[in-house]
């Protein structure tokens, strides 16, 4: 029932404005697009991936940007990040873009958590069929995409929360994980831990996954990239989170920069505005920075 509260107050709002901003964007010009490759071979659109590169660019092995967009594991698609990530694609990287099954239509997000891992074996193995660099791979997600990028990057790494999450094993190293306003402590308190403790169902606390529902559990034993976070002073859903995984990570000893705006001509910047706007001024510079830490660790 909470669920379902929650879909229809929060989720149908910003079904409405998301729609709007995407159909006020503009494509930029000369990406190739490779749409709808099923990375499970089931036939289910929340199974699909999109591959995006520069279209002069076939020939060559581009560093590679994998992405997970957020949504509040309760909708969206990788529609949702299409422009974002066709900007990504302009800037002269090879983008995957994937969508995965929502909450209620899929258990938890422990289903979500082993889709996108799935993904990422598919991504692993075929990455050779496109300008793709196998050496430079930065995965990105926002919100609750930030949750699950966070999650699986951890995952690549840690046999035990692999066997925790009943995982695939997948053969990819990250050069550097970036997150926008990850939503990544799903056990915590106030009113964003009791929306994603409903997410987990009744006797989530006997699952394996009980003890790594945090961003700092799961990177306790995982050997993290360095990571790039982007918050802002209007961030209502991130700000604590992002700010908090910031230090968490630190306490971890890995490389973190965190880019928190704090206002753009005297407005405040909402949620995953850098993946919402990335041609707007504050975005285009959250991206050259988020590209920057990046590209500082080839």
């Not at 800037?91 to 979500?112: E, H, I, K, T």
Request: charged fraction near 25%; hydrophobic fraction near 40%.
């Amino acid at each position: 029932m909470w669920l379902k509260l929650f879909d229809k107050i929060v989720w149908d709002t910003a079904r409405k404005s998301d729609g709007k901003n995407l159909a006020s964007q503009v494509k930029p010009e000369g990406v190739k697009e490779v749409c709808d490759l099923s990375y499970i071979d089931d036939g289910k659109w929340q199974h699909k991936l999109d591959v995006y590169y520069p279209e002069k660019s076939e020939n060559e092995k581009l560093p590679v940007i994998i992405d997970v967009h957020g949504g509040g594991w309760m909708y969206g698609d990788k529609e949702l990040n299409k422009f974002y990530n066709l900007y990504l694609a302009a800037r002269g990287y090879c983008v995957f873009n994937m969508s995965y099954s929502l909450v209620p239509d899929c258990a938890d997000p422990a289903v979500q958590l082993r889709e996108v891992m799935q993904a990422l074996k598919w991504i692993s193995e075929h990455m050779k069929e496109y300008p793709a660099d196998e050496s430079k791979i930065m995965l990105t997600g926002d919100s609750a995409g930030g949750m699950l990028a966070g999650f699986a990057a951890a995952l690549l790494t840690d046999e035990n929360l692999r066997k925790a999450y009943d995982t695939v094993d997948v053969d990819m190293k990250l050069t550097v994980l970036a997150l926008t306003s990850p939503v990544g402590y799903m056990n915590a308190g106030g009113i964003i831990g009791f929306y994603t403790k409903k997410m987990w169902t009744e006797g989530y606390k006997d699952k394996p996954t009980y003890h790594y529902m945090n961003l700092n559990e799961v990177i306790e034993n995982a050997q993290m990239p360095p990571t790039f976070m982007v918050t802002s002073s209007g961030d209502m859903l991130g700000l604590k989170q992002t700010l908090r995984a910031a230090e968490d990570f630190r306490k971890k000893g890995i490389e973190t920069e965190l880019m928190n705006w704090p206002e753009y001509e005297g407005e405040k910047l909402p949620h995953v505005f850098s993946v919402l706007g990335p041609t707007t001024v504050p975005g285009k510079e959250t991206i050259d920075a988020m590209c920057a830490f990046y590209r500082k660790h080839f």
